[in-house]
């Protein structure tokens, strides 16, 4: 029996009242604050698969991947806070990694009301764990007053459509990237009908839909009907929405619509008799080659030196240094950086000779300004040799710049400027 009988109690997020802060009753969500200075609210929470571990079951080419519906649980829930109602747009910037230990702190930040009673909404993340940078994952628009009636489902399925076949759909799925788990694949029974599909989804029964105003597995289930689609139109995650409206909350088990419109779909949710649950005006996806979510998961940059050997086409170059050159950081053992009037050129050195310019201000020498100094030193000595009608390349000479130990803040900020110049002077 490879089943657990005990309770996973997940970790208290403590008393937000007590805190000076409001309860946000979601299960996304532990506080919200309204800003005394500003008509605006900030939302938190923390995310983690301990503590939600539903969340494991959206898997996107490798990693976990908070799902482009919860955004828009977050958004509505965000909305109905400062009463507005209709998430009128919601774009999902960078997908959101999900660590497999440790959390995410989330924060849902609603701005101030405008002249038309619309205000701007960002959902950001970052690391529990550190002190990182805060990511805007998502960002919008909420407006008051609905856009919307809702849509009635009550024949169903309806007159003309025809039952289709979802045997392989997860397979097909998990081919291009998207690998669902048993609480994303709610998709029941799927029905076709010109253009359009009709699907029913519920949630399994050991999860919870109380809380949430549409709980976010269930409206990403619905939207898998859309791989049953002719080609790969409509096999991707959810980009773009606008003109979202809640008319009912808490549905585990739902009807849904989808009718394609434009370069999107519409989205029509019901519940199990037919009555409106929520619509979507228009839906846009993106395949899943342009989120990379995988790829920003196990991405750990780092500078790696591999050696290539002597190079064979300039055996034994004379050097030639700038006169504006700083001789006394040069590497050990670069012998003749002195330098001379002639300002590319050195005593005796050959057409062949490699112009060298040695730049930074070494280990000793820190400061914000210091660092401008030096750039735009460089920056000049390189514009100076670009207009120039020179043959060779310009080589330029740091210590301590990159790499694993880093001295000289001012080199490796010259090798930002010189890589951007290169990227513009092929050659050079």
Known sequence: QHQHYWIDAPADPGDATAMGLDSADHPLLGAAVTLANADSAVLTGRLSLDRHPWLADHVVDGAVVFPGTGYVELA????????????????????????????VQLQVVVGAADAGQARSIQVYARSADTD??????????????????????TEWPPT????????????????????YGPVFQGLRRVWR??????????????????GFGLHPAVLDAGLHALGLADGDTFRGLPFAWSGITLHATGAAGVRIRLTPVGS???????????????????????????????????????????????????TDPDWAYHSAARPELAPTGTAQAVPSADPLARDGATAAALPVLTAGLGADVAGPQAV?????????????????????????????????????LAGAAVWGLLRSAQAENPDR
Do not use: K, M
């Open 372 to 408: 401008h100094d030096e750039v735009n030193r460089v920056l000049g000595l390189v514009q100076e040799w670009l207009a120039g009608p020179n043959t060779h390349r310009l080589a330029v000479l740091t210590r301590g710049a990159v790499g694993d130990d880093v001295t000289d």
């Open 193 to 210: 009908r010109d253009d359009e599909f009709y699907a029913e989804v519920s949630l399994p029964e050991d999860v919870e839909a109380d």
């Open 160 to 179: 003309g459509a025809e039952p289709v076949t979802t045997d392989d759909l997860y397979h097909h799925l998990a081919t291009g990237g998207l690998v």
């Open 76 to 103: 509505l829930h965000a909305g109905a806070q400062v009463g507005a109602e209709t998430v009128d747009e919601l774009t999902i910037e960078t997908p959101l990694v999900l660590p497999e230990r440790g959390a």
């Open 132 to 153: 990182a940078r805060w990511t805007r994952h998502a960002s919008g628009l909420l407006t008051t007053g609905r856009r919307s009636t809702g849509t009635v489902l």
């Open 264 to 314: 999107g779909v519409r989205v029509a949710v019901a519940d199990g008799v037919g009555a409106p649950v929520a619509t979507v005006d228009s839906l846009v996806l993106r395949p899943v080659q342009a989120h990379r979510a995988g790829a920003i998961a196990d991405a750990l940059f780092d500078l790696a030196w591999q050696e290539i050997g002597t190079p064979t086409v300039v």
